[in-house]
Nanobody
Framework: QVQLVESGGGSVQAGGSLRLSCAASGVTISSYYIGWFRQAPGKEREGVAGIDDGGWTTYADSMKGRFTISRDNTKNTVYLQMSSLKSEDTAMYYC???????????????????WGQGTQVTVSS
């Protein structure tokens, strides 16, 4: 049984930092495409960052330079280091995994074989 469990969310002031974790079981993350996504109230889920099986990383434009995705294969865990947080980063953050393509969202629908339950990030100004 595949399970993705996010953790590390919380409340932080603007300008602060958080590190989110996505712990995987039932899959070997080094062989999967892993993505981080977020969804704010009343908004569609959007992609934040991704890492593929070769370690190549991608970021949404608004996160470049502030967020860093990484993985620890020994812990089967993917991380999202977030810094210089802004109030608009407030959202539920999810990780997703797929063996054959990079999980993505488009026009309100999201695609990927496995999704976690999310962890809440709240940034106060």
């Amino acid at each position: 049984q595949v399970q993705l469990v996010e953790s590390g969310g919380g409340s932080v002031q603007a300008g602060g930092s958080l590190r989110l974790s996505c712990a995987a079981s039932g899959v070997t993350i080094s062989s999967y495409y892993i993505g981080w996504f977020r969804q704010a109230p009343g908004k569609e889920r959007e992609g934040v960052a991704g890492i593929d099986d070769g370690g190549w990383t991608t970021y949404a434009d608004s996160m470049k330079g502030r967020f860093t995705i990484s993985r620890d294969n020994t812990k089967n865990t993917v991380y999202l280091q977030m810094s210089s947080l802004k109030s608009e980063d407030t959202a539920m953050y999810y990780c997703a995994a797929d063996r054959y393509f990079r999980p993505y969202c488009n026009s309100g629908s999201c695609y990927g074989s496995y999704w976690g339950q999310g962890t809440q990030v709240t940034v106060s100004s």
